[in-house]
């Protein structure tokens, strides 16, 4: 397996799990029904300790993948791995972009700012799960662009 795509799995798994908990959490642990939704600095708090978590989970996997190879790891991308890179990130900007616009053009019309913000973090969640999820694919499938 690429050390690459070793990477983009170690990402993508930290990201869904991460997120799913932050979701999860907002979901049970606060009144979602209320006009003004959950407390800003709660929320905040929530997503803060979420992110640090897997910043933290992420930087140890990908310590110990560098560490088990490390002339893989010092590695200079190939043009493969740009052409992965940049096709899946392609996909993802246009996954990002229609999120935005429900986001910024849609929602403001009818929706408070606590389900505008996180509509807009779950769009970002989607455009990079979409990015690693292509990546892992094209390493599998010896995709060359």
């Known amino acids: ?70 002339k893989d790891a010092n590695a200079k991308a190939d043009e493969r791995d740009r052409a992965i890179a940049r096709r899946a990130t392609g996909v993802a900007y246009v996954v990002l972009m229609v999120g935005m616009i429900v986001v910024g053009v849609v929602m403001p019309f009818s929706e408070p700012r606590w389900k505008i913000a996180n509509a807009a973090l779950l769009a970002l969640v989607l455009a990079e799960a979409i990015r690693y999820v292509l990546v892992i694919v094209s390493y599998r499938r010896g995709w060359h662009g």
């Open 1 to 70: 397996m690429a050390f690459r795509e070793k990477l983009a799995w170690v990402t993508l798994g930290s990201m869904l799990i991460a997120y799913s908990i932050y979701f999860w959490l907002l979901a049970t642990r606060f009144d979602l029904s209320r006009p003004d939704g959950p407390p800003t600095v709660a929320m905040l708090a929530l997503f803060g300790m979420v992110t640090v978590a897997q910043v933290i989970v992420i930087a140890i996997a990908t310590s110990i993948l560098a560490i088990r190879a490390q």
